[in-house]
Every structure is written in structure tokens, then in C-alpha cells.
T-cell receptor, first 112, second 114 residues
Framework: AQSVTQPDIHITVSEGASLELRCNYSYGATPYLFWYVQSPGQGLQLLLKYFSGDTLVQGIKGFEAEFKRSQSSINLRKPSVHWSDAAEYFCAGYSGTYKYLFGTGTRLKVLA | DSGVTQTPKHLITATGQRVTLRCSPRSGDLSVYWYQQSLDQGLQFLIQYYNGEERAKGNILERFSAQQFPDLHSELNLSSLELGDSALYFC?????????????FGPGTRLTVL
């Protein structure tokens, strides 16, 4: 069955430290892949998306993601985290059957 | 502000009742998507409409239904409500039907079933 997995439910980092959030997918073929961010009480905002081409994808707010086909993963990274990055992050995949699958989310806490 | 509006922001009702959630997409967007976000199920895709027609179905219960009107706004109808239907319901919109298109999410409607 198709799935999107985020193995880390919570992650805590210090402000200024680097960040990597993990996401693995299971599809018949490489789907469209997305990273969204959800701040408390708000809807989701797209950070970046990947379908093909370069394995390093640049997004908004200083985020980037590295796609690794061999590991069926697309991990989200940021070199230096700001306190305002505290939020919940969702990885999502889209298959050719018009269905979107979301991971369970990773809640990021940033220590001052 | 994504440009997607949802009303009401909060809704409290009792088991067995029926409610209607409303969504207005961004200007020019033809696709509307509905999602349910709950603590135990996470974020679940429910249904997609494109220009008035149902395009895709996800994990939508038979007690739930949706439609998209000629002016492109959409309504999600939830009937015979159960305690487990308490959740945050999001609407999103995108310009077309391409799965790779960015979806713009509304602020959500928080439904509480007592």
C-alpha cells in the first residue's frame, strides 16, 4: 500500500542549529512529494515540492530538501533554525490516482 | 493569508446532528480539496472537486458529502455526527487538477461534537 512516513513525532533543536526532518515514501513510482508547514491555529503552507530533476530542491523560508531515490526519502533541511520555525511539518505525496497522502507530521520545538 | 476562506471558524454541535462547512477558494482556482485533521488519524484527504465535478475521493465516510457550486465555492456536509467526527476540517484550492500544483489551505473549521 502507498504510504508516507515521518518517523520522528517530535524534534527539539537549539536556535541556530541545523535541522533535518525525515520523510520516507512508498509508491509504485516516484510521486510528487511535498513539504508543508503548519503553525499553531493555521492552515498548511507549502515549503517546497519535488517531482523530478535535481535531487536538491530549494524552498521558501530558507528550507531545502534532498531527494534520494535509493532510500525512497525526501528529507527537509535548514542550515540554521530560527525560533519562528517552531511548527509542525508535514511531508506529503501525490500519486497518479489523484489522492494525496500525508505523513503524521513532525512537531519542531526550538530552544532559545 | 492564503486567499482561501472557510466558515464557520468554530462549530459545536451534538451527536446525530448535521452541519455544513463552507469554503471559498482563491480567485481563479478551479479545484477544491477537503481534508480532515484529527489527533488519532492525522491529516486525511477526503475529496476533490474540479469546476463543479467530483474528481477524486479519499477516506470520506458515506455520512459525509460535498459539492462545488457554479461560483466555485464548496460545501462539506457532515450528517449523523459522531463524537469521532470532532476534528479540524481544512479546505484547499489550486488552479487546476494537476497533482503537482501547489494547494493553498484555508484556516480550517474546528468541529466539536458533544
Amino acid at each position: 500500500a502507498q504510504s508516507v512516513t515521518q518517523p520522528d513525532i517530535h524534534i527539539t533543536v537549539s536556535e541556530g542549529a541545523s535541522l533535518e526532518l525525515r520523510c520516507n515514501y512508498s509508491y509504485g513510482a516516484t510521486p510528487y512529494l511535498f513539504w508543508y508547514v503548519q503553525s499553531p491555529g493555521q492552515g498548511l503552507q507549502l515549503l517546497l515540492k519535488y517531482f523530478s530533476g535535481d535531487t536538491l530542491v530549494q524552498g521558501i523560508k530558507g528550507f531545502e530538501a534532498e531527494f534520494k531515490r535509493s532510500q525512497s526519502s525526501i528529507n527537509l533541511r535548514k542550515p540554521s533554525v530560527h525560533w519562528s520555525d517552531a511548527a509542525e511539518y508535514f511531508c506529503a505525496g501525490y500519486s497518479g490516482t489523484y489522492k494525496y497522502l500525508f505523513g503524521t507530521g513532525t512537531r519542531l520545538k526550538v530552544l532559545a | 493569508d492564503s486567499g482561501v476562506t472557510q466558515t464557520p471558524k468554530h462549530l459545536i454541535t451534538a451527536t446525530g446532528q448535521r452541519v455544513t462547512l463552507r469554503c471559498s477558494p482563491r480567485s481563479g482556482d478551479l479545484s477544491v480539496y477537503w481534508y480532515q485533521q484529527s489527533l488519532d488519524q492525522g491529516l486525511q484527504f477526503l475529496i476533490q472537486y474540479y469546476n463543479g465535478e467530483e474528481r477524486a475521493k479519499g477516506n470520506i465516510l458515506e455520512r459525509f458529502s460535498a459539492q462545488q457550486f457554479p461560483d466555485l465555492h464548496s460545501e462539506l456536509n457532515l450528517s449523523s455526527l459522531e463524537l469521532g467526527d470532532s476534528a479540524l476540517y481544512f479546505c484547499a484550492s489550486s488552479p487546476g487538477t494537476s497533482g503537482g500544483a501547489e494547494q493553498f489551505f484555508g484556516p480550517g473549521t474546528r468541529l466539536t461534537v458533544l
